[in-house]
């Protein structure tokens, strides 16, 4: 979920408590960074990883620990352990997944496709160091476009290494994961590894750049043929599943075809049929992720609500959004999911004082009990925020959504000066010299359609100047300063 954080400076005596301090960013990038990376196939021990930054090498330092899942003293490993280890000899190949029904594996490599350097166009111009674009796409985010492509491997597995290999993109400018926000979810075997199902946006020049059009394609290994599971759906189609037995696929979708800010939408294929169904359609949220049950007969999935991420069931034999039942409730924000083990579920969590950590999840319930404790050394030197939730009213009749974070000692009585500055998925600014106030505005799910409709392909609806000061419960000597970017 995108968010917007409004930072207002503030001129405060010192407000450091006797035992803690405020978050300073030394402290911050201190924290271990925890990710959860899946469970044993027995379902009793919990893998995950912890990286700190290292700011001298400017990389992340990344160490792994398994866990039992009914807690106790967690255990440094090498690695997460794999059942189908393959070695492919390319050392810059990526997303490595292996398939035992079929004794294949595949695996992204980056392939120069088109010349982009001026050398590669005119080789006599041999000092000349530019890129040439004629066309759109020129660059992803920070990332130029060079000519490289990433595309799709298949190969044999031969005694444990990949042989034989063939690409399924030869030839073709086309990107597997998808570019920009494409990952190792975006390629995978159909559990009977029959199939390789893959993402990918089979456009070029201007017509990709525009488009949020990305299809799920399967190609069947036996004969090479390539089918489109998701034509005639415009929008992002992204993230494919299969339940434990293979017969029904999900993913998310979304309609409209240039809207990023669509609503994300969780979809399921029944995969002999081929008949689809869109399973939150009447439901107004929007589906971040999800994972199958062990069983089958349900999907776990994390949604926006009332500015935090929650954990959401839904009951596959429901019909359009009647089966979803909420799970999880608080001020924090459940921000993945690593697994099921009979009735617990493995999540990662996170709120606006802590970074994340794993929880047990009691599915029936909703109660949580902290699984690691990385950081929790750390949070004892450190002074904790006090978070608000409010409800502005604005010009227009509607409620602004907001959490206010005040720092620690916040005195109310101070004159206060406050600029406005705009920054993405902030989740806790806690100097002594700054409140920030999270908030759901338009552009933004977690308050959904009557929000993000309204304003097409773009992000920020900007009713920023609707009340900035209304409703935080301190007044304040003011002059706003910037504004929505």
Not at 341 to 357: C, F, G, P, Q, Y
Not at 439 to 446: A, C, I, K, R, Y
Request: some cysteine; proline content about 4%; hydrophobic content about 35%.
């Amino acid at each position: 979920m995108r968010r917007i954080i409004y930072t207002f400076s503030i001129l405060l005596s010192t407000c450091l408590l006797q035992a803690q301090s405020p978050l300073s960013p030394e402290k911050l990038l201190s924290l271990g960074r925890v990710s959860p990376q899946g469970m044993s196939k027995d379902g009793k021990t919990v893998y995950y990883s912890v990286s700190v930054p290292n700011i001298g090498e400017n990389k992340n330092s990344t160490k792994f620990y398994s866990i039992p899942i009914q807690g106790g003293q967690a255990i440094e490993i090498p690695a997460v352990p794999e059942e189908n280890l393959v070695t492919v000899e390319q050392t810059d190949a990526e997303n490595i997944k292996a398939s035992a029904a079929s004794q294949k594996v595949i695996y992204t490599i980056e392939v120069k496709v088109a010349p982009s350097k001026s050398t590669e166009r005119y080789p006599n111009l041999s000092k000349s160091n530019a890129y040439i674009y004629d066309d759109l796409n020129q660059r992803h985010w920070d990332t130029w476009e060079d000519g490289y492509y990433s595309h799709l491997f298949i190969a044999d597995i031969v005694a444990g290494f990949a042989v034989r290999e063939k690409d399924l993109f030869a030839g073709q400018a086309f990107d597997c994961p998808q570019k920009p926000h494409g990952g190792a979810e975006d390629l995978l075997f159909t559990p009977d590894g029959s199939h390789v199902i893959y993402v990918t946006k089979k456009k070029s020049g201007k017509a990709y750049a525009i488009s949020t059009n990305t299809d799920i394609y399967a190609y069947q290994i036996n004969s090479g043929e390539t089918s489109n599971l998701t034509e005639g759906m415009e929008g992002y189609d992204t993230n494919p599943a299969f339940n434990n037995d293979g017969s029904q696929m999900a993913w998310l979708s979304m309609k409209t075809d240039g809207f990023e800010s669509d609503k994300n939408e969780l979809w399921v294929m029944d995969m002999n049929s081929k008949v689809k169904r869109n399973l939150t359609e009447e439901w107004d949220e929007n589906v971040a992720s999800f994972t199958w049950s062990e069983d089958g007969k349900k999907i776990f999935f994390i949604a926006p609500t009332k500015g935090t991420e929650q954990l959401y069931e839904l009951d596959l034999m429901g019909e359009k959004g009647n089966g979803i039942r909420q799970i999880t409730k608080g001020k924090f924000d459940v921000t993945g999911i690593a697994g099921q083990h009979e009735n617990t579920l493995i999540v990662s969590r996170t709120d606006m004082n802590h970074a994340a950590e794993l929880y047990t999840v009691d599915i029936s319930t909703g109660n949580m009990n902290q699984l690691t404790h990385v950081n929790d050394e750390a949070y004892r030197d450190i002074a904790q925020c006090e978070i608000k939730e409010r409800y502005t009213e604005l010009e227009t009749g509607e409620k602004l959504f907001s959490w206010v974070i005040y720092p620690p000692n916040f005195d109310p009585s101070k004159n206060i000066l406050y600029s406005c500055i705009a920054r993405w998925a902030a989740k806790c600014i806690v100097a002594i010299l700054f409140i920030p106030l999270e908030f759901s505005v338009d552009g933004e799910s977690g308050l959904y359609r009557d929000c993000t409709e309204p304003y097409g392909n773009a992000w920020l609806g900007c009713k920023m100047e609707c009340g900035h000061q209304q409703g935080l419960g301190w007044k304040s000597n003011a002059r706003l300063s910037g504004g929505c970017r």
